[in-house]
C-alpha cells in the first residue's frame, strides 16, 4: 500500500510537473532563461551572440505587447536614472531614449556639448567615474568608437553606444524587430545595402548572419566598409553559412534582395565633404527601377532623416516603405536594452520565431 502510495503521488507531480511546463510554453514564460545580460555593456553587436541579440529583440516585442497593446503599466526601471550625453544631435535617439526611460519609471538626464566635453574639460577616466557614482547606465552618442571604449573600460555601470563613427547598434536592433514583425522570420532574408559604408552598414555585417541573413552591399569607390570589420564579417558569413557580397553596383547589391537600405550619404561631421560625396553617389539613389530587381516581397528602411537624392519619393511613401514602423520601434528596442542591462526581468510574451 505505501509503495502503491509513492507511486501515486510520484506520478502525480510528474503530471502536475507537465502541466506547468505546458502553460508556462504556451504563455510564453521562460523555464530558465540561459541569457543574462544585466551589467553588460552594449558598445557593438560584434560583442553578442545570436541568441543574445535574439533575446533583446524577443524582450523588444514582449515590452511592445506589454505596454502598446495591453496597455500595462511596467515601472521596470523605477528609482534608476541615465545620463545621455550627445556630442551629435538626434531626434529618434532622444526622443525614443528619454521617453522609453521615463515610460518604464527611470529618469534619464539629457547632456549635450553644452553640459560636458568629453575628454576636454575632464578627462574620460574621470567622468565615467563621475557618471557611475551618479547614474545606473550611459548612452552615449559620439564622434569616436574609442571614447565609448574608455568610458566602458574606467565606468562600473553600462555603457550604451548610441552611435559612433564605427557603429550604430541600437538602430539595427529597431531595423531587425521592424523586419521580424513584417516577415515573421529573419532567417534566410537577404539584405540589400546601397550606399555609404558607414556605421549602420558596419552594424549590419555585425550580426546579420548570426540571424541567418545574407548581405548584399554597393558603395561608391573609395566609400567601403572598414577592412578590419569586412575580414569579421566574412568569417560569420563563413561560420552561419551565409552569403556577403560587396561592390560597386547598386543594381548588383539589390537583385534579389528582400530589404533595400540605405542612409544619409552625407552624416554629421562631413559637411565640408558634400559636394565631393554628391558627386561620388551619382546613381546610387533608390528608386523603383532598383526595386524592380530586387525580390517580390521587397520592403525598404531608412534610419532617418532622409534626404530625396538618397531614395525618391515613390519608393520613400510607397506601402513596401517600413520606415515609419522603423522609427517607432526604436523606442521599444532601446527600453528593451535598458532592461536588459539593468534588471533580471524576463519577457512574458512567447518568443518569436527568428
Not at 303 to 332: G, H, I, Q, T
Not at 333 to 353: E, F, G, N, W
Request: charged content about 25%; aromatic content about 8%.
Amino acid at each position: 500500500m505505501l509503495f502503491n502510495l509513492r507511486s501515486l503521488l510520484n506520478s502525480a507531480a510528474l503530471r502536475n510537473g507537465h502541466n506547468f511546463m505546458v502553460r508556462n510554453f504556451r504563455s510564453g514564460q521562460p523555464l530558465q532563461n540561459k541569457v543574462q545580460l544585466k551589467g553588460r555593456d552594449l558598445l557593438t553587436l560584434k560583442n553578442f551572440t545570436g541568441e543574445e541579440i535574439k533575446y533583446m529583440l524577443w524582450l523588444s516585442a514582449d515590452l511592445k505587447f506589454r505596454i502598446k497593446q495591453k496597455g500595462e503599466y511596467l515601472p521596470l526601471l523605477q528609482g534608476k536614472s541615465l545620463g545621455m550625453i550627445f556630442e551629435k544631435r538626434s531626434t529618434r535617439t532622444r526622443l525614443s531614449t528619454e521617453t522609453g526611460f521615463a515610460l518604464l519609471g527611470g529618469h534619464p538626464c539629457f547632456l549635450t556639448t553644452q553640459d560636458i566635453h568629453l575628454g576636454v574639460n575632464e578627462s574620460l577616466t574621470d567622468t565615467a567615474r563621475v557618471l557611475s557614482s551618479m547614474t545606473d547606465a550611459v548612452l552615449a552618442r559620439v564622434y569616436k568608437q574609442s571614447d565609448l571604449d574608455i568610458l566602458a573600460k574606467e565606468a562600473s555601470i553600462p555603457i550604451i553606444n548610441g552611435l559612433s563613427d564605427l557603429y550604430h547598434p541600437i538602430q539595427i536592433l529597431a531595423d531587425y524587430l521592424t523586419l521580424q514583425e513584417h516577415y515573421g522570420s529573419l532567417k534566410g532574408l537577404t539584405l540589400s545595402w546601397i550606399g555609404d559604408g558607414n556605421n549602420i552598414l558596419h552594424s549590419i555585417m555585425m550580426s546579420a548572419a548570426k540571424f541567418g541573413m545574407h548581405i548584399q552591399a554597393a558603395t561608391p569607390k573609395g566609400y567601403d566598409p572598414d577592412p578590419n570589420i569586412i575580414k569579421v564579417a566574412e568569417q560569420y558569413a563563413k561560420e552561419n553559412s551565409t552569403k556577403l557580397s560587396l561592390t560597386n553596383d547598386p543594381l548588383e547589391a539589390a537583385r534579389g534582395g528582400n530589404v533595400l537600405i540605405t542612409d544619409t550619404w552625407i552624416s554629421m561631421g562631413q559637411e565640408e565633404e558634400k559636394k565631393k560625396r554628391l558627386k561620388a553617389f551619382q546613381g546610387y539613389q533608390v528608386t523603383m527601377k532598383t526595386a524592380k530587381v530586387a525580390a517580390s516581397d521587397w520592403t525598404f528602411l531608412h534610419c532617418l532623416p532622409r534626404k530625396p537624392e538618397e531614395v525618391d519619393d515613390e519608393v520613400f511613401y510607397s506601402p513596401r516603405s517600413l520606415v515609419f514602423p522603423e522609427a517607432e520601434n526604436r523606442k521599444w528596442t532601446i527600453m528593451a536594452v535598458m532592461v536588459a542591462l539593468l534588471t533580471d526581468y524576463s519577457p512574458q510574451l512567447q518568443k518569436p520565431k527568428f
